[in-house]
């Protein structure tokens, strides 16, 4: 069974810093990933979606790798703001139609 | 073009009443998912509904749980006779006929509340 896990579980960092949140996966044979952000209370938004056979997407001061070999992935903020405060999720698709979900990254920037 | 909705936001039930949950997918999205996500947990995989069809429900409780999605009209999840491990925040998902891209919209999520 497909197991996700989302490192750190926690972030704090000041405004404008730089930052890398970190995806694990045990089952390499995925159809896609796709990150998330969660505000408290609130559904989810899609940031980013990875294909299998892709590397990388990039959307504005995001960017988002994966290396399914690893079964890994890595969302990387450029010049974080007090607005990018939230919880940051990843999904992976395996062949079926499930999606599974990490636990989550709660970043808050500290302005 | 709307969102995915969903409605109630929240719902409020007291131990034994039944929970009836409505998702209406984004314009021109056949597909339906539902997840819910307990406290201070993840989210899960609930079921995974077409048209008239139930496609995969392998995280569906397998009592009192249940899920349509008619040919007109929202996605229903029913919770009948609902008990205070209910509580949790059940989120809708929609995405286009099956294409290479297959990203998933959410809804706003209903919360549930069991008293």
């Known amino acids: 069974k497909q197991e996700v896990t989302q490192i750190p579980a926690a972030l704090s960092v000041p405004e404008g810093e730089n930052l890398v949140l970190n995806c694990s996966f045990t089952d390499s044979a995925i159809y896609n990933l796709q990150w998330f952000r969660q505000d408290p209370g609130k559904g989810l938004t899609s940031l980013l979606l990875?294909?299998?056979?892709?590397r990388e997407q990039t959307s504005g001061r995001l960017n988002a790798s994966l290396d399914k070999s690893s079964g890994r992935s890595t969302l990387y903020i450029a010049a974080s703001q007090p607005g990018d405060s939230a919880t940051y999720l990843c999904?992976?698709?395996?062949?079926?139609?499930?999606?599974?979900f990490g636990t989550g990254t709660s970043l808050t920037v500290i302005p | 073009n709307a969102g995915v909705m969903q409605n109630p936001r929240h719902l409020v039930r007291r131990r034994g009443q039944e929970a009836r949950l409505r998702c209406s997918p984004m314009k021109g999205h056949s597909h339906v998912y539902w997840y819910r996500q307990l406290p201070e947990e993840g989210l899960k995989f609930m079921v995974y509904l077409q048209k008239e069809n139930i496609i995969d429900e392998s995280g569906m409780p397998k009592e009192r749980f249940s899920a349509e999605f008619p040919k007109e009209g929202p996605s229903i999840l029913r919770i009948q006779q609902v008990v205070r491990g209910d509580s949790a925040a059940y989120f809708c998902?929609?995405?286009?006929?099956?294409?290479?891209?297959?990203?998933?919209?959410f809804g706003p999520g209903t919360r549930l509340t069991v008293l």
């Open positions: 990875i294909q299998s056979s892709q």
């Open positions: 998902a929609s995405s286009p006929p099956q294409s290479s891209y297959n990203e998933q919209f």
């Open positions: 999904a992976v698709r395996g062949t079926g139609n499930q999606f599974y």
